[in-house]
């Protein structure tokens, strides 16, 4: 899971309760960061989440030590090294390109406004290649507690979904790009060049490498097509089948939103889920679950737009996560929703288990080989 807001004292205990990406109530928060930086901060980054809890006179701040994201707080506890791979990291806060650390100058500005010093609070960053600890024994212990798994497994640098799913879709080299479908849905172009950083809609991250990543996020995924596929007996790979060979391509007049938490991009600040139709409409099954289909991609579609007005254009994608897995189906209606072609490799159900992996797999192809880019290291993989 990507970003997210965990806190703890000196002695590491948590001081607030685990905020998630899909938290809004930093809203005012990340429009006075946007403003002060001078780019776009979204709400659900944890600097975004700090501020607001300043804001909001939050007393766990009189005792914070460390703040890091789900990914790095199980690395800590499995090697006990605080660290936190670039991506994830630029999901807390702006990365400098160049440095590869958290961006000095905004570093500066919100240490005069509040008086923290994020490169203290915030863990390390390391990029992928790099030798990021070790699993100890009270990491085994905590794994393992019958005693079988033994300390001294080597660890890559820890990535949320975004970066893994980059990974496992081989999308880290400029002009290449992937959407990753789960909870949430999210779009990530690697940059050829760059881009005005203002956008409210479109947020700015990085590869595992370092690289400038544009991203488009939506809080909403699969969530309310889940519903609908258990309503509808829960064969997910039958249900998308049935609605792609009898669905109609207007759904036959059926329309619905897959709104079950606030979605920023859209403008709605609370769940809205809903299912409509004309008077008219075929109600089927098989329209309904492709109406529910086009729900999961249509915000994100509205959020591509965007992007493309600032000159962005993609000639393919590439899908991840586990609605991939029924051939043709989502890679379909994802295609003509951003009217862009959608390749899927036969792992991309496979999630972002599968790119951590790979990224494991490359450290130690750093450590024996050295040399070769992750780009070029996962160009061989994916064709092997």
Known sequence: ????????????????????????????????????FGIHIPARWAVSQLYQSGMDGEEHLHHLAFQTTLAGYIHWLLTGRKVLGIDDASGMFPIHPETKTYDARC??????????????????????????????????????????????????????????????????????????????VFAMVVLERPVEKTNPHIDFVSTPSGDDVAMVHCNNGCGELDKWVALFGGDYDALLKEAMAEGEPDCGGVRATNWIAAEPLAGVDAPNPYLAHTPDAHLTRANIIRAQLQAVFATLAKGMEILKAQGVRMARFTGHGGLFKTPGVAQQVLAEALQTPVSCPTEAGEGGAWGIALLAAYRDHVRTCGGNSLADFLERIHKS
């Not at 998630?20 to 403003?35: C, I, V, Y």
């Open 1 to 36: 899971m990507m970003h997210g807001y965990l806190a703890f004292d000196a002695e590491g205990n948590q001081l607030a309760p685990f905020r998630t990406w899909r938290s809004t109530n930093a809203a005012r928060a990340a429009e006075k960061l946007s403003s002060l």
């Open 107 to 184: 570093a500066a500005i919100f240490e005069e406004k509040t008086g923290l010093d994020v490169t203290m609070l915030f863990p390390q960053i390391m990029v992928a290649g790099e030798d990021a600890g070790e699993l100890t024994g009270e990491g085994a212990r905590l794994l393992d507690p019958a005693g079988a798994l033994q300390p001294g497994i080597p660890f890559c640098p820890p990535e949320g979904d975004a970066g893994t799913g980059m990974v496992a879709t081989n999308a880290v080299r400029p002009g290449t790009g992937n959407v990753s479908v789960g909870t949430s």
